[in-house]
């Protein structure tokens, strides 16, 4: 009982309610002892007075606001039905954790929805950690049994109970799953796969839909999963019990039969399933009574197919699966065999002989329809020695039917579970240890309950003894080790319950006894039962029902369930008659008679009895409750040999609604299932249990005298009489003290207390300072004020004699300037006035000699602009006619050159040899010299006839000129009448002028809006093209970044398939080096010692069954792969020519004929004339390219002269005639220069050509020789030379047996560099198979260096170092590369290119790809290992800032589960250091090896995630790192690491930013989280997380301290309302992926030239026999 100073004013309780079960209310008034009513209010606002009779009477206390959701209901302070109710419904409803610890059970409600909290990034989240650490969950259980397994080595059992419908199949799929994943198969065919795989096949046979689940398990399981030395799976066992057999024959309501029958029917349409002769499930009477056909999502064909599947894994061959469907099938047809009554009173049942449903039934199990039929409606009776068949009535005859059915498909079920175990068995070694998973059927009560319920409370009566007796025991090994001077804890025993079923002459008893006699019946039973129970001796947990005569009540410890006799006793016997078991026996199906032979060899715990005729065996001893009784008792002794775990699945509402809590139902079954039970016990003891440092760190404001962390347990023990009078509230144990029921609320209470004392204190002493500091600024501003006024005043005084005085001096000032500017202003317009009078009369003066002179000029210019232009006429036409006549005469000769350059004899001449074309060419080009020649003296001519032309033209203007001169001017004698024309004239020019004038403006006006329109339209054109580049661009980013994601996909997929061959070749040698010791165990033979220590020969060739396609690998070659070229033949015609124009001989063709190069005829010559050809050909064409070059920068000089010239005869000539003369003179120049520059460049690809014959296809001129010259080997220098006998001694002392600090000390890239060198001179000395061999040694000598040294982080960075230099090599001399390089020397007129190697090496250099990619893989590998035991710990739990969460205990601390002790860590805890260290030696392992920065970065970026998804995984699943200070601590520990990060370099590959997930957890508890703008914050700045994680840590959130809150749920709701409009571009698991693995990419650079003199060989690799070649 609660102290009752608790039931103080404000104090909250739990009053009993009709709907809710219980309601909170608050206290009114303080409770005294002797008060009969407590004023309450409840939680509606209403006030209640509560009865109280007695102190023992009072409502229960409620507990703390900081309580409210726990993870553990025993670690509340007070242990009663209304918190552990309240606290699931907080859970359950608010922050939707459907799983809740329970001391050592783990309460699971069904949510009736899918949660993703099941994915394997959960169950790598909770494999190796502590359960204490982690929030509740069903994995959590399973790992902790794996851990005990492992660590004790002793059997475990996880006991999983419940309600139909509660998610007890749910949760043992999920143990199993978990098993499977963290426990992989040691066999080379997978056994957890095939664990995995029993499921479906066991809903589909066992599961059925009932009132209350859609998926029942209609019978209990336990399936022991056997794990070998290691910890792997390695077999299963499943042992089933009371298998509900009436399913098969009735369904209630809304119910339907076993899933297996509903698939049968939606498969019927299948070919292979027509011969069954199926229909619709509504046409079969077995299946067709409950009413209900369909369950709403799902299917039946499909799950039929996911059945077929697993029975295929299991080993079930497809024509064995069909026989198991015949039966299946043929028991439906059986219900439809219709038995009809004849004779007189209708005693008599028969068959007809045309039943098509007997028929089909007959057919499918192969037994003769007749005899099924007779045997149906008789039964053979033994009758003093005789036997006589005796007629059976219609109801007997269809009893005797659906017992047949029952029968038939119990022994199925029986053969199924058989075959599954025989498939599950352990094929490989014994067994070490097991964890059991019992997924039984919980406590159950109907409005009518028979016999099925009747066994399955016995079951779980038996099982609750069993979870109490454990409880108790981990309670007592508790209170022993903690020494504690503790009494015996009383708890309820249901002993009593089960003696009265299963002792002497109890229920079973008496059930087996009245089947045993000849006329028993239910009520016989039913009187026994009273006789023994009620009459003679009475039993307290036995009744008899007031109103009825044939049901009995039995009081279990869950609930008082009453029984209906009916049917009890045929349900016990499970009996059917002999007959139609020897027809069955007689079957032509092999399946079925094996089913039915094994009868006679069947176990003592066979389920049914046959009925013979005789009446000595009429009926099996065996009864079904006897059985059932007999499993139980195995079962009980194999859970007691084991460690158990509880799991209770809690249905939280009938109607199947996802998150509905109903507390009636709740409440109903956590009083079935002992939850309640286990509080109860912990109640008894101490249930809140402290460590000395955490009862110090909390309570430490309540200690007298000096506080030391050190003197904790002193502390504690002194001041703990003064707080608790009474020394039985408390008790002091090694570690912990001790508590009973509510006292923790107590001390929160004297904390709360002495809280409010010292913030009382607080606040007078503050609130005096602050008064005193108020008081001295009004003082202080009441002096300022005072003395502001009096100077203001002062001032002012001043500013008015001031501005007096000023006014005199502005009035004076004012007037003499008001005077001033009068006499200025009339001095100005008089001055003005005459000005412009004296202008008018100039102006007037000037306009009339100006009039004179224009039109004596305007006179002049036209009469000399007539002239001009008759003269420019009669010149245009001559030098047209000119120039025809000459263009005519041209085009002659140009005529008469081309048919000669077409003519017989050219060909000929062409024919004889390529030094007779050189001689045309070089005649071509003297008489282009000559042509220039010609046209520059016609130039010359031309320029003399102008000279001579302006001459004259000179001298003409000079006579003129000096005829004028000599000329009198005439006289000025005009007429009147001249004047007047004159006159005329000039107004008719003035007119004109003015007219085009007018024309001129208008003209303007419209060329501006011309030009503006133009202006409008090249901006709009502009602006569109902007748009359409803009949107091209956005679409080629889109497409691009599409691309990149699905290339980086396809390569992620690859290299994960190259990780997974990889372990299943190391499997493979494995099991080949298990193969070789049991050889050699059997028998010894003596070996040649060489062979076992040498390394594979270098002849031997390398396996191409791992070569994968060039596109998925890692390097991007400098070679288009045949699927790049196909892309691009795809998608861009241009980028196809180009690529094909050098991928063959046609391609070469093609190109001489676009540049109109004649194929040359010396492809038909021989031998040394075609080598002097080629020689004549290239030094022919090298003076040609010369001479050409310089004839063709002299006519450029040329040229230039010329234009300049022409630019000075233009600008002394003035003749418009002479001007175009030389116009046409300079286009025809000009014609003539492009024309010499095009043949140039002919000339110039025609060279370019023949170079790139002798270069890049030195065979290409003797393709069409029938006997083709031989290359030669290309002679290259700086090589190694290694003899074929020193190869093995090679590859030994340089990859195989290197020593690792030799190794170490090698140069970068030197072994490879050495082989490649080997590899090349056996190449050049045109040995391709020795050089394909060596370099297939050396590729298999480093796959074997790299498995040798597994875990050595050096040596795999050396290697990888090694195989990618390697790679490089190789691809830089294939051939391949080599055409592209020489296509890259042809564009840059560069002839300095390498010699690539003769042999093919796509396939090893595809190997050596792959071979870079798991040395990569391994690299990482090792890294991972080592730091994935340490980043939870050193990110998450080590505290870099000391003292920052020492003061923020936690008010209640997790009790630890069974088995749940704490893991021990050898020596220090790691920290942020332990983790810096291991990165910087995978960083100092790839610096010293120089590998490339981006493969650096790419390292890190995956490393980084892994500590990034551990981490942030681990804060989801903890509630004691989510608090305010763990955050800061872990965003310190983050900077830490990014500072690590920054000072390296290593931030430019996405190291960084991978880390933004878990840096944005931790800001989210930080941050404030009250009001809305804070969750608008959050809903900003939390961009990388998704919306279930942002709510998952609010919901986790746990006060750092008093002063701190939990998030309310309106804030979490107000957050989930802003989440909803953010886009779904974030993750939508919880978790995230730790498995995932980001592509490696190895960026292809050409490695310098290598030579053997640059390699520094140390004497310590004892390869001296190396030669330089």
Known sequence: MATLELYSKGANVWVPDPDAVWVSAQLLQDYRPGEKHLLLQLSNGNEVRYPVGSPSDLPPLGNPDILEGENDLTALSFLHEPAVLHNLRVRFLDYSSIYTYCGIVLVAINPYDQLPIYGEEVIDAYSGQDMADMEPHIFSVAEEAYRTMIREEKNQSIIISGESGSGKTVSAKFTMRYFAVVGGAAQQTSVEERVLASNPIMESIGNAKTTRNDNSSRFGKYIEIGFGRKGDIIGANMRTYLLEKSRVVFQASTERNYHIFYQLCASRELPEMRSLKLDAPENFRYTNQGGEMQIPGTDDLSDLERTRNAFTILGVQPDQQMELFRILSAVLHLGNVNIQASGRSSDRGYIDAEDRSLAVFSKLLGVEGSQMAHWLCHRRLAVGGEMLVKPMTGQQAVEARDALAKHIYGQLFAWTVQRLNSALRAQQGRTKSFVGVLDIYGFETFERNSFEQFCINYANEKLQQQFNRHVFHLEQEEYVREELAWSRIEFSDNQQC??????????????????????????????????????????????????????????????????????????????????????????????????????????????????????????????????????????????????????????????????????????????????????????????????????????????????????????????????????????FGKTKVFFRAGQVALLERLRAERLRVAAVIIQSQVRGWLARIRYTRIHWATLTIQRYSRGALARRLALILRYTRAALVIQKTYRMMVVRQLFFMIRHATVTIQAFTRGMLERRRYRLLVAERAAVLLQATVRGWLARQAYRRVRAAVVFMQCCIRRKAARRQLLKLKSEARSVERYRELNKGMEVKLMQLQLKADQEARESAALRETL??????????????????????????????????????????????????????????????????????????????????????????????????????????????????????????????????NLREMSLLTERTKGHRRTDSTQSLEPLSPSTPLSPQSLTPLSISPFPSAVPSPEEVRRISVTSPSAEKRVSVWSSEASMEQLMEKMDVAKDPSVKMKGEDLAHAYDAVRVANKFLESQLRNQCSQWEKELETLRSQLAQAVSVSSSAAQRQDVQELLEARERECVRLRRELKELRNTVSLRRLLTQVFPSALATETSSPAQSKPAAVTGLLECRKRDETKLIKNLVTDIRVDSALSLAPGLPASVLFLCVRQADCSGDQARARSLCSAAVTAMKAALKKHVSDIDMAALWLKNICLFHDLLTQHSPKQSHVTGLIAFQTLDSDTLVPLSADMNDLIRTLSDLSIQAYQQLLSITETRLQNIIVPALLESETIQGLSGSAAKLAVSRKRAGSDPRTVGGEAPTMASVLRELGALHTALTQQALPKTLMEQAFHQLTYLICASAFNSLLLRKDMCSWSRGLQIRYNVSVLEEWLRGRGLQAGGAVATLEPLIQAVQLLQVGKKTEADAQGIVRTCSALSSQQIVKILTLYTPHSDLDERVTLNFIRSVQGLLKGRSNSQPSQLLMDVRRVFPVIFLYSPPPVLSAEQLVIPDSLKISFLRKA
Not at 531 to 550: A, E, G, W
Not at 944 to 962: D, H, P, V
Not at 1043 to 1054: C, S
Request: hydrophobic share 35%.
């Open 940 to 1069: 010359m001519a031309e320029r003399e006839a102008s000279s001579a032309e302006l001459a004259a033209l000179r001298a003409t203007i000079q006579k003129l000129e000096s005829q004028l001169q000599e000329k009198p001017p005439p006289g000025p004698v005009i007429s009147e009448k001249e004047a007047e024309e004159r006159r005329r004239a000039e107004e008719k020019a003035a007119q004109e002028i003015l007219q085009l004038k007018e024309e001129l403006q208008a003209l303007q006006k419209e060329r501006e809006s011309f030009c503006k329109e133009r202006d409008d339209l090249s901006a709009s054109l502009l602006e569109q093209e902007e748009k359409q580049e803009e949107c091209v661009h956005q679409a080629v980013s889109q497409v691009t970044s599409a691309l990149r994601a699905e290339v980086d996909e396809e390569r992620r997929k690859y290299q994960g398939l190259l990780r997974e061959f990889t372990r299943l070749e190391q499997r493979y040698d």
């Open 498 to 731: 089960i003696d009265l079923i299963e002792g002497q002459l109890g229920m079973f008893d008496l059930l087996d006894e009245e089947c045993r006699m000849p006329k028993g019946s239910d009520e016989s039973w039913v009187r026994k039962l009273y006789d023994q129970h009620l009459s003679s001796k009475p039993h307290p947990h036995f009744r008899k029902p007031r109103m009825s005569n044939s049901a009995f009540i039995v009081l279990h410890f869950a609930d008082t369930v009453q029984y209906e006799c009916d049917g009890f006793l045929d349900k016990n016997r499970d009996t059917v008659f002999e007959e139609l078991i020897n027809i069955l026996k007689a079957s032509q199906s092999e399946l079925v008679a094996e089913l039915f032979q094994q009868q006679r060899n069947a176990s003592p715990v066979a389920n049914g009895s046959i009925r013979s005729g005789k009446r000595a065996t009429r009926e099996h001893k065996l009864t079904v409750g006897f059985q059932f009784r007999q499993s139980l008792q195995m079962l009980m002794e194999t859970l007691n040999s084991t460690t158990p775990h509880y799991v209770r699945c809690i249905k939280p509402n009938d109607l199947k609604e996802p998150f509905l809590f109903d507390p009636k139902r709740t409440v109903q079954q956590l009083r079935a299932c002992g939850v309640l039970e286990t509080i109860r016990i912990s109640a008894a003891g101490y249930p809140s249990r402290w460590t000395y440092e955490e009862f110090f760190s909390r309570y430490r404001i309540l200690l007298r005298g000096p506080q030391s962390q050190d003197q904790a347990q002193a502390s504690c023990r002194q001041a703990l009489p003064q707080l608790i009078p009474d020394p039985d509230q408390y008790c």
